[in-house]
């Protein structure tokens, strides 16, 4: 799994490279709330679980009303009293751009996601409990996003824009023969800018 991570990762930055030559590149930042929630039944959720997420990309299609581009993102998240976790993704997604500035928004993804207990874990071996070095559990996850988005330069095609997404996703598998899946939601607001 650490191979092919890697080699993804490495295409990633290869196809980056390239296309800097060509067009400035993008950068998002984002803050976010996690939840295990049902996606699109509740919108914030307490008490609120932190992370943080990083991105760039590039555009497959740019045109007076849309942006259709590719994203690539590393992130955090602290889920207090049960996991912290770390995940790559990339995500197909689309802007549909209004005249006074704002930006309807929707992403598709796919992922990778570690994650380790935040609690002391314990096996038992002969007859008592030992403690357990928490080696980390490896999950598939999917997601779907809407949002808005507000550009500062309206006709700037590279200009900042300040966004809020809403994130549903999936991880699998979660706990087999059990619960195979676990559903979450991020309320992620974050802002993109242009490395030129």
Sequence with gaps: MKKHLLFG??????????????HPIPITISAFNEATAIPFTKILSTPAHPGVQLGTGFFYRQAKKTNQFQAFNIGYIFHRKLYHGFFVNTEFG?????????????AIGL?????????KEYQFQNGSYISKKDKGNSRIMASISTG?????????????????MYQGWAEYPYSPGFIPVMAHTNLHLGTKFFIH
Excluded at 111 to 119: E, H, M, P, S, V
């Design 9 to 22: 990762l490495s295409l990633c930055l290869f196809t980056l490279t390239t296309e800097a030559q060509k």
């Design 111 to 119: 992922g990778y996601l570690i994650t380790f207990n935040t609690q």
């Design 148 to 164: 808005l988005g507000y550009r500062l330069q309206k006709k700037n095609q590279y200009s900042p824009e300040i966004f809020v």
């Design 94 to 106: 689309y802007d549909y751009k209004l005249n006074f500035g704002m930006n309807l928004k929707g």
